[in-house]
């Protein structure tokens, strides 16, 4: 393999996996922006969404063997049962334990995310266990060549589910009413309730909107890596670099944040160490970081600290 | 060294201080059972992570997810500075804290002008650079399975080898880091940190270096947990990278959460409390569902955070105490209201 072809294989692959970085990044930016809080528990909706299809999908015992699950259902049923279940499981948190606690300081905002997170991991080891899971790609057949490197075909469906949501999500904030009072929340949640909108409402369909996107993140990504119960957290973790590399309330720039992320890792892992992979985000976050802190700086109060959230 | 220690203490915490210690001090010679001794160790240990981490959280207002990477700091300081370096095992110790103080520091002068997320999401991720490098770098740390062969550390002449000689110098080592604690909280900071209930900006008027006083309290934190490290070391005689996960740093925010943020005594409560619960919940979820493996326990620590988080946000201990308080001195006026009325 020339020089040429390797870098466009690992521009390829980084590409690849940025767009889910850029898809959970998305769900952070999303929830941050109307609420104020960061959630650590949002990789777990990755999690959730990958396993629940697999369940629905292919014949599964769950519980250590205890329960046997036989439902078979075709692929984009089994994909349609796992969003929709997780973006279930995104509400649920929100009224269970979000909710009730609005008033609560950042720093309890950040224990009882990360409390939900141990409860959602917890129970993925105690249905699905420790085994890594997978599903079978979506559309089989030989790979694309593009100038001598290869895409798979499940490739090919990560970044077009990655485009086709931007541009959903898009027309979905600017175009639609319930989009714009979304906005209208982020931008100045005092103004927005005194027009009679309801940032609890609000709170609650961003917390839909981003368990589902990253609950598809999930999905799409299973064919082509295994899933097991404690991925949530490493992907929580690299979609919250992405979001703050993109400025932590802006989408396009989550989108950016997470395939620039996504090309660094799979450059550093091909020509540096792929042991040290996982070390590379969070070296940028340490380093964004370092720069922003100035611009972080002017802008103390965050969306939902000033809606009182 | 002494009066610095128990100057501040005031009359109350000395008391309970003093009795603490004695009944510490007693307990190996009414316990001849070596699980229990072991135990009432670990929980020396966990007292003084989980202290660290109150300070931080209670008096800084900032939370670290990864107080489990200055524990293998110090942990694996003490196995390589004593087996690879020819180290003295107490200087090894002391290499640990500092080098732990100093990452602390460091990243600490990086992130906390920063509010609220960003120390959580930052030492969540030095936790798995840790991580990464003890799984790694196999020739110094003996990567995943483990680090074997840790020497024991030895005072006067004397090697300590049994279970009880650890017991005593591991609480020694906690009730050091309780008075000191007690002292920092009634410093004059402290003091005035307390009083302004954490309101950062009435602090600064006050002409108070509230930056200083946070970095300082991490990196003491940082001190505090590779201290433990250690000695757990030692103690063990044998680490593996397991023990050093973001699953043990959250286990050591349940600790400080349940045992009441900003209340010292309270660590002590918290981690004997949940390595208690920790055993039960093993046994108790394996003949509820046969042939379950792993960490599960994990299920009943988030809900038991989310629960105080939601309910009692200062903590468990000191939220339940402050709930008794508001209860008797509502229940006076009602009871005062006939005789005026």
New interface residues.
């Given amino acids: 393999m020339s020089l040429q072809t390797e870098i466009i294989q690992f521009l390829l692959a980084g590409i690849t996996v940025g767009s889910i970085y850029a898809l959970i990044a998305l769900g952070f930016v999303t929830i941050y922006n109307v609420t104020g809080i960061i959630n650590f528990a949002q990789g777990e909706f990755a999690v959730y969404g990958a396993f629940i299809a697999i369940t629905a999908f292919q014949k599964s015992r769950l519980l250590s063997g205890n329960w046997q699950v036989a439902l078979e259902w075709p692929l984009p049923a089994a994909a349609l049962v796992g969003v929709v279940i997780t973006t279930l499981v995104g509400i649920l948190l929100y009224r269970l334990a979000i909710q009730p606690a609005r008033r609560a300081s950042i720093l309890s905002m950040i224990i009882i995310t990360i409390g939900a997170a141990f409860v959602m991991r917890g129970a993925a080891l105690l249905l699905w266990g420790t085994d890594p899971y997978r599903l079978p790609v979506f559309t089989p057949g030989p790979p694309l060549k593009i100038f001598g490197a290869i895409l798979t075909r499940q490739s090919v469906w990560v970044i077009a589910v990655t485009a086709v949501l931007l541009v959903i999500l898009y027309w979905f904030f600017n175009r639609t009413l319930t989009g714009k009072t979304l906005q209208a929340c982020a931008d100045n949640p005092k103004a927005a309730q005194l027009m009679g909108i309801s940032p609890q409402r609000m709170a609650l369909l961003a917390f839909g909107i981003s368990s589902a996107v990253t609950a598809i993140a999930g999905i799409v990504i299973v064919p082509s890596t295994f899933m097991t119960y404690d991925r949530g957290l490493t992907l929580s973790l690299k979609g919250f670099v992405a979001a703050i590399v993109g400025g932590l309330s802006n989408p396009a720039g989550a989108v950016l944040g997470g395939i620039s992320l996504g090309v660094l890792e799979s450059f550093g892992a091909g020509y540096l160490s792929s042991g040290y992979k996982d070390a590379i985000s969070f070296i940028v976050l340490f380093i964004v970081l370092a720069v922003r802190l100035g611009g972080f700086l002017r802008r103390r109060g965050s969306a939902g600290e000033r809606a009182g959230l | 060294m002494k009066r610095l220690l128990i100057a501040r203490l005031g009359s109350p915490n000395l008391i309970a201080f003093l009795i603490m210690a004695l009944g510490l001090a007693a307990a190996p010679v009414f316990i001849d059972n070596n699980y229990i001794i072991t135990v009432l160790t670990i929980i020396a240990l966990f007292t003084m992570l989980t202290i660290g981490l109150s300070l931080l959280?209670g008096y800084a207002?900032?939370?670290s997810?990864g107080q489990a990477t200055f524990f293998g700091i110090g942990a694996y300081s003490m196995a390589i500075f004593s087996t690879r370096l020819g180290l003295s095992p107490w200087l090894s110790l002391l290499a640990g804290m500092i080098l732990a103080g100093g990452v602390a520091y460091l990243l600490g002068m990086?992130?906390f002008?920063?509010?609220?997320?960003?120390l959580?999401?930052?030492t969540?991720?030095?936790n798995?650079?840790l991580y990464?490098i003890l799984t790694?770098q196999v020739d110094w740390t003996g990567g995943p399975s483990g680090f074997r062969g840790v020497p024991d550390l030895s005072i006067g002449g004397m090697t300590l080898s049994t279970d009880t000689h650890y017991y005593y110098l591991i609480w020694f080592f906690a009730l050091i880091t309780i008075a000191l604690s007690l002292n920092i909280v009634n410093s004059r900071v402290g003091r005035a940190m307390r009083a302004l209930h954490s309101s950062e900006i009435a602090a600064e008027t006050l002409g108070i270096d509230t930056g200083r006083f946070k970095l300082q309290v991490f990196a003491l934190s940082a001190a505090y947990s590779a201290l433990a490290g250690g000695l757990y070391a030692s103690f063990l005689g044998f680490i593996s990278p397991s023990s050093f996960t973001?699953n043990a740093s959250?286990k050591i925010?349940l600790m400080a959460?349940v045992g009441g943020l900003s209340s010292i005594w309270g660590a002590t409560f918290g981690a004997a409390a949940i390595l208690v619960i920790e055993q039960w919940l093993r046994t108790a979820?394996k003949s509820l569902?046969?042939?379950?493996?792993?960490?599960?326990?994990?299920?009943?620590?988030?809900?038991?955070?989310?629960l105080i988080?939601?309910f009692m946000?200062e903590g468990l201990v000191t939220g339940a105490g402050k709930a008794l308080r508001a209860r008797i001195a509502r229940r006076k006026p009602e009871r005062a209201q006939p005789a005026g009325g």
Avoid: D, K, N, T
């Fill in positions: 959280m207002g900032q939370i997810l990086l992130i002008r920063l509010h609220g997320h960003y959580a999401m930052a969540l991720g030095m798995i650079i990464l790694q973001i959250i925010v959460v979820i569902v046969p042939g379950a493996s792993g960490e599960q326990e994990i299920i009943a620590f988030g809900l038991i955070l989310m988080m939601i946000p």
